[in-house]
Structure formats: structure tokens, C-alpha cells
């Protein structure tokens, strides 16, 4: 199975929503936080474990997975601006079996402008043995307060190539400790996931919501849905594939930070 996945967003989002709440919470790295402590009340260390789980194994628009979902767990530690992972995949329906072991470093630009860096390691098992080594960055501007956009880059080094996703992200928390959060994203292929077509890959849009439990821990969920573009019907005509390209699929997540 040729999964190459971006994990290091999908922790990246964990970490944030577990944090979406941060005017009562301790989080582990949040670019969108607009919480800022005394210095003498700075927390140099955090820690984060979270349990999810998806009604598909969607990346890169494609659906990794010939039936059911795939269950997550993740384990993170922040010193500082570096940020530890490792991510445990696992699919519920089939034979498959993922881990991604990461290091992500955030880069404050300014006041509403933050720069990440990082490496993910990848190994797959399943039909067939595989792995992979990612190098990744973002870039997220936070001046607006009900307007998140985002870029975010990543290169596989077994592939030879990149992949580039632009979000726009709005929060709005509707009620008490609870946020809805909709979001629209454009992603654009270069011999990432495919090797003769570089350009448009897909278009896709989504809800997340989120619920602050108490002040450690956060229930999350999201449904989205994607909307098949030349990179992906160009691999779809070339492999004899017929029928709706485009992918609908939701999950849930619980965060525990600390």
C-alpha cells in the first residue's frame, strides 16, 4: 500500500485543538493561541496523549484504506518550542499497521506570524512493508481573530517530491467552552503522490468541533469531505478506476494535555 501521509499536521492539529481553549488551559503547541502568561508562569514542558478515531484513512485525498476506518494514538512532549512525537496507526476493518515518529520546531516570526520546521520517520505494515522519511514546515498568520490562514509544505524523500496544502480556518465558539471551527482547503501535488502529473490535486472542506471537558481535557470531532482535482483523476484514468473520486468521512478525537 503506497501511503504517504502527512502525520505531522494531523499531530499539529491534535496539539491545537487540544489547546483551542487556551485562555483555561495548559497546551503544548498552539500557533492559532492568543493566551500569553507571566514569564514566571510559563510552562517549559508539556506532555499530551489523544485517542481518535476515523471513519476512513484519508490523505492526500485518496482513501488509504480498501474498507473501515483506522484508529489513532498519539503520545507528545513540548520543551520549549520543540515539539516530540510518535503517532500509532492502526486499522480496524484489514491488516494495517502505521507509525510515525516526528520532531517539529516552532519559529514565532512575530506577534501573529509562526513558522514550524520538522521530520517525521514513517513505516507501514501491511501487504506490504514500507517507509518513508518526511521533512515539513507551515506557515500560520493569527491577526485576525476569526480568520486562520495557513500554507503548509512537505517532502518525501522516497517519492522525490512535495506536497503543498493552503487552509483557511474560522473559529467561532457558539457556546461555553464548546467552538466550531469550518475550514476549506486547496492541495497541489508534485510527485508526492504521483509521479506524471504535478498541479491540482484536490479541493477540500470540513467542521471541526471541539468541546473543553475540563482544563486537561478536550473531545474533538470533524466531518469533512474532498473533491477529486487533475492529480488525482489523471492516477484514477491511468489505473482503470471508474466512479466518484471524491471522499466523505468524519472522526472523533479525545486529548488529554497535561
Known amino acids: 500500500m503506497n501511503n504517504k501521509t502527512k502525520l505531522s499536521l494531523l499531530t499539529s492539529l491534535i496539539i491545537a485543538s487540544s489547546s483551542a481553549y487556551a485562555e483555561t488551559s495548559t497546551n503544548i503547541d498552539d500557533s492559532h493561541s492568543r493566551n500569553v502568561l507571566p514569564a514566571n508562569e510559563t510552562v517549559e514542558t508539556g506532555y499530551l496523549l489523544d485517542l481518535g478515531w476515523d471513519s476512513k484513512y484519508v490523505s492526500e485525498g485518496r482513501n488509504n484504506l480498501d474498507k473501515g476506518g483506522i484508529f489513532w494514538g498519539t503520545a507528545a512532549v513540548q520543551h520549549g518550542n520543540l515539539n516530540l512525537y510518535a503517532t500509532l496507526g492502526r486499522a480496524d476493518d ?131 469531505h474532498t473533491i477529486a482535482q487533475e492529480d488525482i483523476k489523471a492516477e484514477a484514468k491511468a489505473d482503470g478506476i471508474e466512479g466518484s473520486l471524491d471522499q466523505t468521512y468524519a472522526g472523533i478525537h479525545l486529548t488529554w494535555n497535561f
Do not use: C, K, M
Not at 516526528?102 to 520517520?121: K, M
Not at 514513517?122 to 507551515?138: I, K, P, Q, T, V
Not at 481573530?145 to 487552509?167: Q, R
Open 94 to 224: 484489514q491488516d494495517y499497521t502505521e507509525w510515525n515518529f516526528g520532531l517539529e520546531y516552532a519559529i514565532p516570526l512575530s506577534d501573529t506570524v509562526e513558522a514550524t520546521v520538522g521530520y517525521q520517520r514513517l513505516e507501514f505494515y501491511g501487504d506490504e512493508r514500507a517507509h518513508d522519511n518526511e521533512f515539513f514546515s507551515s506557515l500560520t498568520y493569527s491577526g485576525i481573530e476569526w480568520l486562520t490562514p495557513s500554507i503548509a509544505y512537505t517532502y518525501a524523500t522516497e517519492a522525490g517530491g512535495y506536497f503543498v496544502e493552503a487552509s483557511l480556518h474560522s473559529s467561532w465558539e457558539l457556546l461555553e467552552n464548546f467552538t466550531v471551527t469550518p475550514y476549506v482547503t486547496q492541495a497541489f501535488d508534485f510527485q508526492y503522490a504521483t509521479e506524471d502529473h504535478d498541479g491540482p490535486n484536490h479541493f477540500q472542506f470540513g467542521v471541526e468541533a471541539e468541546y473543553l471537558v475540563n482544563e486537561q481535557i478536550t473531545l474533538s470531532g470533524h466531518v469533512s
